[in-house]
């Protein structure tokens, strides 16, 4: 190109002077951001492109966009998020954007100059009628190193107040899905939100694109207040569905939880806070898993962190520990010897070898108090008795979560608790019965106030039916002479099945049992031969069952046949 004077070339350089200032304009955001501690490169300067973009405000009357560029382009990698904490205020009385007035607005965001997504104004998507004070909206970033950002205000319609935008904040955080509303004395709550969670048919749903799935293991915790009578609290994750018996005040799906096709997830009963993210990393085995013992019976267990066992911490009773084993062997190389030296007749208080009892016959299930656990591993250590090395790591679990305590000599004491265990090589059903027992054997360890309780029942049982039972515990070789052994297994056979098959268990499966020996038939009632069964024993255990479901569902919302809060069932 030529020009005919110098005049006319200073015209076109004045002309260009603005546009190339844009271009380059790159100037310190006066707005925060913030990294996560353990990620290089994910706090660090950024920069505002444009003049308007320094202070992060968005006025209709300049509607103008933010954008911005980091120092250094941030390499994060996956399970990794962009918050934005911003606020509305209308440009009308008070700055507040009033609830119940549309905004004629959108608020878009750009990542890398493509990748674009929508920004909530309020909560409505959530189903939730609050207009919040602020917003802390977190995307997933993608794979790709985060360069430049964009944020843009476009009018939607002729309705509507005007508002302007306010960007506070910028940070990177580890992923997650769902949201949480702050409650805020001083005014409206504070919403911290994620894309994919929605409002549809009464329940929420995250329904997360595989490009934006979680690398590894996930976990959900939600929050409840008050819900409807009535309505049932669940969790649908694909063909799996989750029922809470009572409303929960909190719940935890743990990794293992959550088939391999999840999504959708719907979650019904209109949670305060809902957070989907990566599960933590609990070291094994001295960390237990918290969790409930219907989600125990039902976990995936290839999710297992060691494949011979997996360690659970009642969530409702946390200072009982849940076993679950992968076979019989596994759990009688755990606790065998424990069992007999606790509960076996001929066996109590001793230290049997390996060899004396290895064609002897356990436990399919196991229970187990701080004091009995004490007695066992103090026994050894007193007689450098050689425990096997699962019995080994069975004691420092117990010691990591104070159910065993060293004294100042280094001898084992009781500290608080107690353990129980059942293994997958039981069938369903025998699994659901075994933790059921089980269970109830850990909140009699734990809980006075239930122990005594079934020493009244104990106490007060018909004499027809105490013989009986204690004839039956004869034959399961337990030792007849342990007061607190007998209360004990008295009440855990009595809840280890719904009381309305008490009467068939007692009277029928367990009394035909004893009538197969002719010396030990002496113990029985008289038989209905038409029915085939002893009514008097099943009216009796009936009556004792129906007390003690009553008992355990004013105390915890528990019944006979059922220690979990969680029922995990097929999805409609």
């Known amino acids: 190109m030529y020009f005919k004077t110098l005049s006319e070339k200073l015209r076109i350089l004045i002309l260009l002077l603005p546009v190339l200032a844009s271009c380059s304009y790159k100037e310190p955001a006066a707005i925060p951001f913030y990294g996560i501690s353990d990620v290089p490169g994910s706090a660090q300067e950024f920069y505002a492109l444009s003049k308007e973009s320094v202070s992060g405000l968005i006025s209709p009357d300049k509607p103008k966009n933010l954008s911005y560029s980091l120092a250094v382009p941030a390499a994060i990698g996956g399970n990794s998020s962009l918050e934005l904490e911003y606020h509305f205020a209308g440009l009308g009385e008070g700055g507040m954007v009033p609830t119940g007035n549309p905004v004629s607005y959108q608020l878009v965001l750009e990542l890398?100059?493509?990748?674009?997504?929508?920004?909530?104004?309020?909560?409505?998507?959530?189903?939730?009628?609050?207009?919040?004070?602020?917003?802390?909206?977190?995307?997933?970033?993608?794979?790709?190193?985060?360069?430049?950002?964009?944020?843009?205000?476009?009018?939607?319609?002729?309705?509507?107040?005007?508002?302007?935008?306010?960007?506070?904040?910028?940070?990177?955080?580890?992923?997650?899905?769902?949201?949480?509303?702050?409650?805020?004395?001083?005014?409206?709550?504070?919403?911290?939100a994620t894309p994919f969670v929605f409002s549809r048919d009464n329940a929420l749903v995250i329904d997360i694109p595989v490009a934006f799935r979680f690398a590894g293991a996930i976990a959900l915790q939600a929050a409840f207040g008050d819900v409807p009578a009535g309505e049932k609290v669940f969790v649908q994750a694909g063909p799996v569905r989750y029922e809470w018996s009572v409303r929960p005040r909190e719940i935890t799906l743990p990794p293992g939880a959550f088939p391999l096709e999840t999504f959708p997830l719907g979650i019904s009963g209109a949670p305060l806070s809902l957070v989907l993210d990566a599960a933590p990393v609990r070291p094994f085995p001295l960390e237990p898993a918290p969790a409930d013992p219907g989600l125990i019976l039902g976990i995936n267990q290839e999710a297992w962190r060691d494949r011979r066992f997996e360690v659970f911490r009642w969530e409702r009773f946390p200072s009982i520990l849940i076993f679950d084993t992968a076979d019989y062997a596994i759990q009688d190389r755990l606790l065998k010897r424990l069992a007999f030296f606790t509960e076996k007749a001929g066996f109590r208080g001793r230290l049997a070898p390996d060899e004396e009892i290895a064609e002897l016959h356990g436990w399919n299930a196991h229970d187990y108090r701080a004091e009995d656990l004490a007695h066992f591993f103090e026994a050894a250590r007193a007689q450098n008795f050689p425990l096997l090395s699962e019995e080994r790591e069975l004691g420092a679990i117990l010691e990591a979560a104070g159910i065993l305590v060293r004294t100042g000599a280094g001898a084992y004491a009781a500290g608080q608790?107690?353990?129980?265990?059942?293994?997958?090589?039981?069938?369903?059903?025998?699994?659901?019965?075994?933790?059921?027992?089980?269970?109830?054997?850990?909140?009699?360890?734990?809980?006075?106030?239930?122990?005594?309780?079934?020493?009244?029942?104990?106490?007060?049982?018909?004499?027809?039916?105490?013989?009986?039972?204690?004839?039956?515990?004869?034959?399961?070789?337990?030792?007849?002479?342990?007061?607190?052994?007998?209360?004990?297994?008295?009440?855990?056979?009595?809840?280890?099945?719904?009381?309305?098959?008490?009467?068939?268990?007692?009277?029928?499966?367990?009394?035909?049992?004893?009538?197969e020996s002719s010396w030990r038939r002496t113990v029985l009632p008289p038989k209905d031969e038409a029915a085939g069964n002893w009514p008097e024993l099943a009216a009796a255990f009936t009556a004792e069952a129906n007390a003690f479901s009553s008992y355990v569902n004013r105390r915890w919302n528990l019944a006979a046949g059922r220690v979990w809060q969680v029922s995990v069932r097929k999805a409609p």
């Open 112 to 192: 890398n100059g493509n990748a674009a997504w929508e920004l909530p104004r309020d909560a409505s998507f959530l189903g939730i009628e609050t207009r919040p004070r602020r917003i802390r909206y977190s995307v997933p970033l993608p794979a790709e190193p985060l360069r430049t950002l964009g944020l843009r205000l476009e009018k939607t319609g002729t309705s509507g107040i005007d508002v302007q935008f306010q960007l506070d904040s910028l940070g990177i955080i580890k992923r997650w899905y769902g949201f949480t509303l702050e409650q805020d004395k001083s005014g409206p709550p504070v919403l911290k």
């Open 417 to 515: 608790g107690a353990i129980i265990s059942i293994s997958r090589e039981s069938a369903d059903y025998l699994r659901s019965m075994f933790m059921a027992h089980e269970g109830f054997h850990g909140i009699f360890f734990i809980d006075e106030e239930f122990r005594a309780f079934s020493s009244r029942r104990w106490e007060t049982l018909p004499r027809l039916a105490k013989n009986f039972i204690l004839s039956y515990f004869d034959y399961q070789h337990y030792d007849l002479k342990d007061q607190y052994l007998m209360v004990n297994e008295f009440m855990a056979h009595i809840l280890q099945q719904p009381s309305s098959r008490a009467g068939v268990y007692f009277g029928e499966t367990l009394a035909g049992r004893i009538d």
